[in-house]
């Protein structure tokens, strides 16, 4: 039996998050980590304002005990990896057990995937989204519980030191002017099979999804060509543990890369002393060059899956009205089986 947690699962929860595998690369990386069964009571207490979901599963076949549970968090919308969250799409970020743990491992997440589904397709989620590590059994049991790959991934990782010392370029904070470009940049960039799993109304936003207005933690800059078009934009993340990057570079202007880079890493060496990560997808093929020039390393590989959930439309059930004038009456069939020509 699969149910949502509750206080009654805390011992389980308790038990199974020690052999769980976490999917949520850049939280790992990031953030000061919270245990699942953290993430499980503040879902509960808070309900829909916490972003995040918990499915327990507990049950006996063959006199075999099958646990496991699942958690998934609301997706930010705008960009992939920035803007405002949005309840019509998921990211499963961590399931328990192990694959590794039991030989039941499989059918125990399986089974969990698919009851994630029909529970986000009835909440009004439309897709489900994964982050696997690359050549695994995880890949296996997502394809079998219909999710597809749509992109892959690779995380660079950079401590080197000193920072770049390069007089001041060009670039600059990004402003409100910019959101619209900065949008059309990434649509022109991005493959049409990732822009149908991560924008399926296949047009763009307008007013753009693109939220310039970013606090401490979060910074974007952008590089303007001399023509006044946006060449390339990085977004970055600060958290209590390292530093994420995004970026966004035309073909046509590979200098952007250094550029932005650069201006990042002077920026960051004047703040603090905190690893940084950027993540690069299997077609941003100008960007791994500028970050190994830089000292950043390969640190893992990933793959990226989605699954549209078929989400429940109310039927509007017809009126009845009272006929008006005469009443219609059936007129019965004639059957030429039986029938002969007179």
């Not at 993430?39 to 099958?66: D, F, N, W």
């Not at 803007?83 to 057990?97: K, L, N, T």
């Not at 009845?320 to 069939?333: D, F, I, M, N, Y």
Request: overall charge neutral; hydrophobic content about 40%; charged content about 25%.
């Amino acid at each position: 039996m699969i149910k949502p947690f509750g206080l009654r699962q805390i011992g389980l929860m308790y038990h199974l998050q020690r052999s769980s595998c976490s999917l949520d690369v850049q939280t790992n990386l990031l953030e000061e980590p919270w245990t699942p069964l953290h993430q499980a009571l503040r879902g509960y207490i808070l309900k829909p304002t916490a972003g995040v979901c918990t499915y327990v599963m507990h049950t006996s076949e063959h006199q075999r005990a099958l646990q496991g549970f699942v958690q998934a968090r609301t997706r930010q919308a705008g960009l992939p990896w920035m803007g405002r969250r949005c309840s019509a799409a998921v990211d499963i970020v961590r399931i328990a057990p192990d694959l590794d743990f039991s030989e039941d491992a499989g059918t125990v997440w399986y089974r969990l995937l698919l009851h994630l589904c029909v529970a986000a397709g009835e909440a009004g989620t439309q897709r489900l989204f994964a982050r696997l590590p690359e050549d695994t059994l995880a890949e296996d049991v997502f394809r079998q519980a219909g999710f597809a790959v749509y992109c892959r991934e690779r995380v660079f990782g950079w401590s080197g030191r000193p920072y770049p010392t390069h007089p001041a370029s060009p670039v600059r904070s990004v402003t409100a002017e910019d959101q619209w470009e900065i949008q059309k940049l990434w649509r022109s960039l991005t493959p049409a099979r990732v822009l149908s799993a991560e924008e399926p109304n296949g047009q763009p936003a307008s007013p753009p999804a693109i939220d310039v207005h970013f606090s401490e933690s979060e910074q974007g800059y952008v590089l303007r060509r001399e023509e006044g078009d946006v060449a390339g934009f990085v977004h970055m993340l600060r958290r209590p543990r390292g530093i994420w990057l995004r970026l966004l570079v035309s073909p046509e202007a590979r200098h952007a890369a250094d550029a932005l880079l650069d201006h990042v890493l002077i920026t960051l060496g004047e703040q603090g002393n905190r690893p940084i990560y950027c993540a690069v997808r299997d077609y941003e093929d100008n960007i791994e060059s500028p970050l190994q020039q830089r000292g950043f390393e390969h640190v893992s590989s990933h793959s990226l899956w989605v699954k549209q959930t078929a989400v429940q439309v109310k039927e509007n059930r017809p009126r009845l009205v009272h006929a008006v004038g005469k009443r219609a009456e059936v007129a019965p069939t004639i059957s030429h089986s039986g029938t002969k020509d007179h």
